[in-house]
Each structure stands twice: as structure tokens, then as C-alpha cells.
């Protein structure tokens, strides 16, 4: 009877144990998030910026995309495509036809899952369970520790179903500046339009980047895809007319290659790859030409610790 009540005690015992704070977020995910720094005592944010993210480790590739400036909105949305698998940080100033490179950077070759400071693990105390964006979700707090030669305060709500992080809070003691990440639709699938969104970046930084007719498509798919592109108003082929500077080799294909082509250099910031699809009657390719492109340093606003929401930086 002793040793049944004995095991009852520790049987209720585990199951009601705090829980423990994860060690990192999924190696692959996507989510909303809103980045704000604020100073004690200071009405106004010094800092706040909402964005999309884009993280898949598994693959070597991160993005940020649909970037507001929530204090001073101006109508550009900025992307940002790090790719390590070329090792290469691609950034254009806006997802509209027009948009321009801002630049190419390198990068290391490798991309892990976005794991927390060891400090704050070794630290960190379960505090309760609270409201987050209308989730339920752990509160974990970690006192007066350094990270970065600095004692902070760092706090990390996780849904309790999941572990996906809710929001992140440090508090710089020296300073009395606060930075949060709040993170909103946080999920493990990324959408395709992400993907498209992103890719877009690299198609724009990367001139050598065409479109062309696949030499497996038909004459009628070609003269199809070719009277679509040619409508108004998809694009202006009067060079491809008679009289008009690309209307030699007077070819189906050669004129399909002038037009797709054509419409993906305006298209390709926006619509990412599926500029270049036709009903599938294009490709990509790569051709032999090569860019020059001014290096972009990125803005460093977060020395203390950062979710890794920009690309990592070679050294």
C-alpha cells in the first residue's frame, strides 16, 4: 500500500514537471515577424521593422522579403536571398518589375538551424504559461547573463504544443535597450510563392540568367505562348515586326527567345521563375555573360544576439 502511494507521488510528480526550454527552432520554417528596439523611458521605438522569413537549413537557403519600415513606411519592399549553397547573398531593393541589384555579398558555405545562446539554456527558468498573439505558450527567463560581454535579461515565450517560438525579449542592463522578435504564423511549410518571391533576387542580381524557348516545344505551343506574350499588355513586340531591330533571324523560336526573354527581365522581380514558364514552353538558362555588382553591407542592429533573420556574413 506504502510503495503503491510512493509511486503515485512520483508518477504525479512527472507529470506535472516544468517543462524545459528548447534548444533551437526547426531546422526549416517561414513566418511573419516584427522586430522592434526600444529604449526605457523612451516613448517612440528606435527600431521596428516587420518582414517574411524564409529558413531552410536543410537546403542551405534563407530569405527575407516583404520588408516595412513600421515607423517611417515607404512603399519599397526590399528582398534579401541567401543562398549557401553558391555561397552568395543576393538583395534587391524592391519585388516591382523595375527593381535593381543592390549587390552581391559572400557568404560561408555553411547555414545551420537557428539554435539559442548556451548562456540563456544554462540559465533559463520556466516562469508560466501566457498569452501570445492568442497562443498559449511558455514563458522562459534567463537573469543576468552575459552574451556578447553584455548582462542582459532574456526571455522566450514557446507555444506549449510545439515549441515554435512565440516572441524573444533581451534587455541590455547596461543600456535599458530592449529588443524584441515577435514572430506571428510561425509554421514548418514553406508557401511556393515564398520560394518564387525569393528566388527573384537572384534572378535580378544575376543578369546571365535568361529565358528561352525549350527546343521540346512545338511550332503551335510556341506560336500560342508567343500570341499571348505579344498581347497587350503583356509586352510591346514591335521589334520583333518587321522593320524592327530583332526581327532577324526571322525564326518562330528566335522571335519566342527575344519575346520570353523579354517578358521575364520585367517580370522576374515580381514573379520569381515563373516569369520564364509559357505553359511550359521555356526555360532558364545560364548564359556566358558576367556582372560586376556593388557589395551591400548589411546593417548590424542586433550585436548582443540575433535570430540569424539576415544572412550570416563571411569573416
Known amino acids: ?12 510528480g512527472l507529470c ?13 520554417w517561414y513566418t511573419w515577424v516584427v522586430t522592434s528596439v526600444v529604449k ?6 528606435l527600431y521596428d521593422v516587420g518582414q517574411l522569413v524564409m529558413y531552410d537549413s536543410l537546403h542551405k537557403v534563407s530569405c527575407r522579403y ?9 512603399s519599397a519592399r526590399p528582398v534579401d536571398l541567401c543562398d549557401y549553397n553558391s555561397g552568395s547573398h543576393y538583395a534587391i531593393g524592391d519585388v516591382l518589375s523595375n527593381s535593381s541589384c543592390l549587390g552581391v555579398t559572400s557568404l560561408p558555405s555553411n547555414l545551420s538551424a537557428v539554435g539559442y545562446p548556451p548562456e540563456y539554456l544554462a540559465a533559463a527558468k520556466f516562469l508560466g504559461v501566457n498569452k501570445v498573439a492568442q497562443k498559449d505558450c511558455n514563458h522562459f527567463n534567463a537573469m543576468n547573463i552575459q552574451i556578447g560581454g553584455r548582462l542582459v535579461q532574456m526571455d522566450v515565450w514557446t507555444t506549449t504544443d510545439t515549441s515554435f517560438p512565440c516572441e524573444i525579449s533581451i534587455t541590455d542592463s547596461s543600456s535599458s535597450i530592449i529588443t524584441t522578435w515577435a514572430f506571428d504564423g510561425f509554421d514548418q511549410v514553406i508557401p511556393p510563392n515564398a520560394v518564387s518571391q525569393c528566388t527573384a533576387a537572384k534572378l535580378v542580381c544575376t543578369p546571365s540568367i535568361m529565358c528561352r524557348a525549350k527546343t521540346t516545344a512545338s511550332d503551335p505551343d510556341l506560336q500560342a ?13 514591335s521589334p520583333i515586326q518587321p522593320g524592327g531591330a530583332h526581327y532577324y533571324p526571322n525564326t518562330l523560336r528566335d522571335h519566342c527567345d527575344w519575346a520570353f526573354n523579354s517578358y521575364f527581365e520585367l517580370w522576374k522581380a515580381s514573379q520569381g521563375p515563373s516569369a520564364c514558364d509559357f505553359s511550359g514552353n521555356a526555360e532558364l538558362y545560364t548564359s556566358n555573360s558576367t556582372m560586376n555588382a556593388l557589395p551591400k553591407e548589411l546593417n548590424n542592429y542586433f550585436d548582443i544576439y540575433s535570430p540569424n533573420l539576415v544572412c550570416e556574413r563571411s569573416s
Open 16 to 28: 506535472f514537471s516544468d517543462p524545459t526550454p528548447p534548444t533551437s527552432f526547426p531546422p526549416t
Open 66 to 74: 516583404f520588408q516595412q519600415n513600421l515607423i517611417q513606411p515607404v
Open 1 to 12: 500500500m506504502y510503495s503503491s502511494f510512493v509511486l503515485v507521488l512520483v508518477f504525479v
Open 40 to 45: 526605457v523611458g523612451v516613448d517612440k521605438p
Open 225 to 237: 505562348a508567343l500570341g499571348w506574350v505579344c498581347t497587350p499588355p503583356h509586352l510591346d513586340c
